[in-house]
């Protein structure tokens, strides 16, 4: 084999040699020269079989074109790019000044990685980068994309679509703009708007990338999760779907799709579980449990939420409600599974709703039981009420304050009008609520108060300081009305004038309305 033609007369040699020259003849069954004008033409036809450094072409016939520098090929065409992109047509239109090869009918790209279909591909031999503008679909194993325009590279096995990009894979659908994909890592990368829909999940992001190998992707540029059991928006995600870990970052919101129990958790940071269905929240959370009336707001330095049933595998859970509440919360575990759920809260805990307020160090909250248990110094305040102690539960039922229990260094105290307070102190409190106002509560254990009485035309009469064995107090319209004092009665009743007002505390009083939250807005920083 020599270059160019060598079996042609020398003024037959119609292809010009160095970087821009035609293609070097291998060979074919018959060929034919002809000159036209100043033109010349030579035919080649069976088996024709040419050659560019290392790209091989092969067809049926072919007609040289010496002057313009162009070959036009024709029938079973095959360009065999050293053995690494192998390409396919019915047409093929080479032009050697550009080194392009302009594809027509049946089309078809192939890497060993991916094929790639179309009726029409300019295919760039020195760069190995393919172009098609009329719509083309590339295989990938199992993965199949479409697009109306699209761009091969031969070196790093990237396709670059554009406009109705779709991506339908058995896992999952992609529908975008653009996309870049890459068939020997099998990875999609998105630079506009792009909606990701699998089985039970659809995600809406501008900018990111999913590993199809690794089951990994990373969303940025404010991304939309819609998952069956949760919603995420974010500026920055990132998701592994083999462990079911995600994390969150960027003024994220979290919200639960359960109707029964919908939560919403807002934070800079959140990190979660979607198999075992937990999440963690950090830098400035608030978790908002959603109700029709009085949503209850809560805010820590870190909030936490999982499967009950699986905390129990770890820790013992203390039972606080009676027996004939609990025989109706084993009656209905396993049916309502949207009650298999607590919340956690750790450091600076601040809650808030319409009706009731509370700070405390850290609190637990099981759906099961609708129990609020609040843990070191904490405090709840309920209008002009306040109470306090060392724990505090809060019970609730239908979503409404049901009873109060205060255990150890428990004290009530009320703000009336002219700066007073009303207060009851003693080892325990128990309170109990209407429609989630606060009826009456019991002091029991070493009991004090101190009570200030009043005429009936709401003018004050004195002020009473006990101590009983139980102290019960009983409220009408969100205030004291009556005080009752149960075994071992000792007191004193003082004259309005004839008293200070200031040394009427009991021992611990605290007035703390100054950490008391005015508004679920304060709650994050």
């Known amino acids: 084999m020599c270059s160019l033609f060598p079996a042609l007369k020398s003024d037959a040699q119609v292809v010009e040699s160095g970087p821009n020259s035609l293609l070097e003849y291998l060979g074919a069954d018959r060929y034919n020269f002809e000159k036209r004008d100043t033109a010349n033409f030579i035919s080649l036809a069976g088996n024709v079989r040419l050659k560019k450094e290392n790209t091989f072409f092969y067809c049926d016939s072919a007609v040289l074109h010496q ?25 093929m239109r080479y032009v050697g000044r550009e080194r392009k090869a302009y594809l027509k009918g049946n089309v078809r790209l192939t890497d060993n990685k991916g094929v790639l279909t179309t009726n029409e591909l300019v295919y760039e031999i020195n760069t190995k980068i393919g172009t098609y503008y009329k ?33 339908i894979d058995p896992e999952y659908r992609i529908t975008a703009d653009t996309l870049l994909y890459n068939m020997e890592t099998e990875v999609a990368r998105f630079v506009t708007r792009t909606t990701i829909v699998s089985k039970d999940r659809t995600i809406v992001t501008k ?22 059991d949760y919603e995420l928006t974010a500026d920055n995600m990132a998701f592994d779907d083999k462990t079911g870990y995600g994390h969150a970052q960027g003024d994220a919101v979290y919200r639960t799709k359960d109707s029964a129990n919908r939560t919403t958790v807002i934070a800079d940071d959140i990190k979660f579980n979607r198999n075992a269905s937990s999440f963690l929240a950090s830098r400035d ?5 959603e109700q029709n009336q009085d949503s209850i707001f809560i805010a820590a330095d870190t909030l936490y939420s999982a499967k009950l049933s699986n905390l129990r595998k770890e820790r013992d859970v203390p039972v606080i409600r009676d027996s004939v509440y609990m025989a109706s919360v084993a ?40 129990a609020f248990r609040l843990f070191k110094d904490p405090v709840v305040w309920m209008d002009n009420n306040q109470l306090t102690g060392d724990t505090i539960y809060l019970f609730t039922q239908r979503k409404k304050a049901e009873k109060l229990y205060v255990f150890e260094n428990a004290m009530a105290i009320t703000k009336v009008n002219g700066g007073y307070f009303n207060q009851v102190k003693g080892t325990t409190i128990t309170a109990h609520f209407k429609e989630g106002n606060i009826d009456n509560l019991r002091a029991k254990g070493s009991a004090e108060s101190v009570y200030y009485t009043l005429d009936d035309s709401e003018a004050y009469i004195g002020v009473n300081k006990s101590e009983a064995d139980i102290i019960d107090m009983y409220f009408q319209n969100k205030k004291p009305e009556k005080v009752v004092f ?9 004259p309005m004038k004839q008293v200070n007002h200031a040394e009427l505390r009991l021992t611990g009083f605290r007035w703390l309305d ?12």
Request: charged share 30%; net charge positive; glycine share 6%.
């Open 486 to 494: 149960r075994n071992d009665l000792k007191g004193i009743m003082y």
């Open 331 to 370: 009656e209905r575990r396993g049916k309502d599974t949207s009650a298999d759920r607590f919340f956690e809260a750790y450091f600076n805990v601040r809650v808030y709703t319409d009706s009731m307020q509370a700070v405390c160090d850290s609190l637990f909250y099981s759906l099961e039981d609708s």
């Open 207 to 228: 900018e990111g990338y999913y590993d199809k190998k690794k089951r990994t992707a990373v969303f940025s540029n404010r991304s939309t999760v819609v998952d069956k």
């Open 67 to 91: 002057q313009q520098n162009v070959v036009e090929a024709f029938g079973k065409i095959h360009i065999n790019d050293a053995d690494s992109v192998h390409t396919y047509a019915d047409y």
């Open 285 to 289: 959370p608030l978790m908002i449990l």
């Open 135 to 167: 719509g083309g679909k590339i295989v990938n194993g199992n993965t199949v994309l479409t697009s109306t325009e699209g761009t091969y590279y031969g070196d790093t096995r990237d396709i670059y679509f554009q406009k109705k990009v779709l991506l």
């Open 514 to 525: 100054h950490l008391r939250p005015k508004s679920w807005r304060e709650l994050r920083k």
